[in-house]
């Protein structure tokens, strides 16, 4: 009696270890995954890390919700970080940051990059921005690096939010190609040759090709450099404001990327000229698979019932775009026909741009969702480009889709947009591991 009662005990808790262990597998993403290497998340320009907004429990990613650990998955089966890097720094100076803080290191912005940008107060090695690879051995209290085990064998897939996908793909040609100036002080990243370290890349919302915005905005500024200046000829003068108190050795092909690397700025990389020339020195690497997601929250211009804010554009015209209702309120005033409230100062919605020298912005580039042109989000010009169809190439961008009524803080979830934002990350996690 006794000895069929324990049995019946460890048959019925075998059924009940059976039958977890069956649930756990149907819900256990990594069950089916072909891999599960790390995923590290990397914000746009004014972005910030997990630390930054602590007490009020508002994350970059996700808003008043948290990405991260969605993407982790309900039994933390994914390896997925969020990186914090300069908020209005350029892309190289977030590539070098992004590196160090994946990998483990002091952060070095490169001597040749720095010698040139000197003027700015730019200092190679910031005392103290490190990240350590060995928990067990850090009397300095830095930091952990997010994969320190990060190589060829170890890659990572890498997710950028707006000026985010910038930075992953200036990350990508320091690692395979190393910088253009070639010698930069020894510094690790910039000698290349790290190829397959990153295994895909998926931009969100990035202005491949720069956004209207800027331009829109102070379309009666002056730009930081002159677009004449930028097409000149390397051996031309620098521009005055960006001039640097050493001129580096000219090497012939490095010249295109002299002419860009005057302006170690994102107000310019995210201009559709600054974004061009960034474009001719930064490739699209045949080892990694990259993928890009659009987005719009703008509409046609319509006599009526279009979901766009009548308040603000009450008059519309057919051939333009004006904001959606539920766009945030911080971008509506600029996404229009007109930026409001300077009437006949043109927004996004109608800009262009046809003088000589500069790259056109015409009708193609209307649709936007408040900070970012949708016809920039799909991959950088003059790269290679498919539509994904549910098999993955690598070495060429690899559309998935463009979310329609998505603003530009709707892919990132802010500030509690979990219907809208979820089935975006669900849709990436779906693509990279099956990778
Ligand atoms: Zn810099």
């Not at 020195?281 to 990694?288: F, Q």
């Amino acid at each position: 009696m006794r000895a069929s009662l324990c049995a019946a005990r460890l048959c019925s808790s075998f059924a009940t270890f059976a039958s977890l262990a069956a649930v756990a597998a149907l819900h256990t993403p990594a069950a089916h995954a072909a891999n599960n290497d790390p995923v590290v998340l990397v914000h746009g320009f004014l972005g910030f890390g997990p630390e930054a907004f602590q007490s009020s429990g508002f994350k970059y990613w996700g808003g008043f919700n948290d990405l991260v650990a969605h993407m982790r998955g309900p039994n933390g089966e994914h390896r997925v970080f969020a990186a914090s890097v300069g908020p209005v720094s350029s892309s190289w100076d977030r590539a070098a940051e992004l590196y160090y803080q994946i990998k483990g290191g002091c952060v070095d912005y490169g001597s040749k990059h720095t010698a040139r940008h000197a003027h700015d107060g730019a200092i190679q090695k910031p005392p103290g921005k490190c990240w350590t690879a060995d928990p067990a051995n850090n009397p300095e209290n830095y930091p952990i690096a997010l994969h320190p085990a990060w190589d060829a064998q170890h890659p990572v897939h890498l997710v950028g939010h707006s000026q985010g996908g910038q930075t992953i793909r200036l990350l990508i040609e320091l690692l395979e190609n190393g910088s253009p100036d070639v010698d930069e002080g020894g510094a690790e990243l910039y000698l290349g040759g790290k190829l397959k370290w990153v295994k895909s890349v998926t931009t969100l919302a990035t202005p491949h090709n720069g956004s209207s915005l800027r331009e829109a905005m102070f379309g009666v500024m002056p730009l930081p450099v002159a677009p004449t200046e930028v097409a000149a000829p390397a051996d031309a003068p620098p521009a005055p404001q960006a001039a640097p108190r050493q001129r580096p050795p000219q090497r012939g092909a490095k010249a295109a990327f002299w002419k860009q690397s005057v302006i170690d700025s994102v107000q310019w990389e995210m201009t559709p000229d600054g974004a061009k020339e960034f474009n001719k020195w930064v490739r699209t690497s045949p080892h990694v698979y990259y993928f890009s997601m659009a987005n719009v929250a703008t509409e046609s211009g319509s006599y009526c019932c279009n979901e766009t804010d009548r308040m603000l554009a009450p008059i519309q015209s057919v051939q333009y775009q004006y904001p959606r209702k539920d766009m945030a309120p911080l971008t509506k005033p600029y996404a229009g026909e007109y930026i409001v409230p300077s009437l006949f100062r043109p927004g996004m919605g109608s800009y262009t741009q046809f003088g000589a020298g500069r790259v056109r912005v015409d009708e193609a580039w209307f649709p936007n969702d408040g900070v970012v042109n949708t016809v920039s989000m799909k991959s950088p010009a003059g790269h290679p480009v498919r539509e994904f169809d549910g098999t993955a190439v690598a070495g060429t961008w690899n559309f998935v889709a463009t979310y329609r009524g998505h603003d530009h803080f709707d892919m990132v979830g802010w500030p509690r947009k979990e219907e809208l934002t979820l089935p975006i990350y669900d849709n990436i996690s779906k693509i990279i591991f099956a990778l």
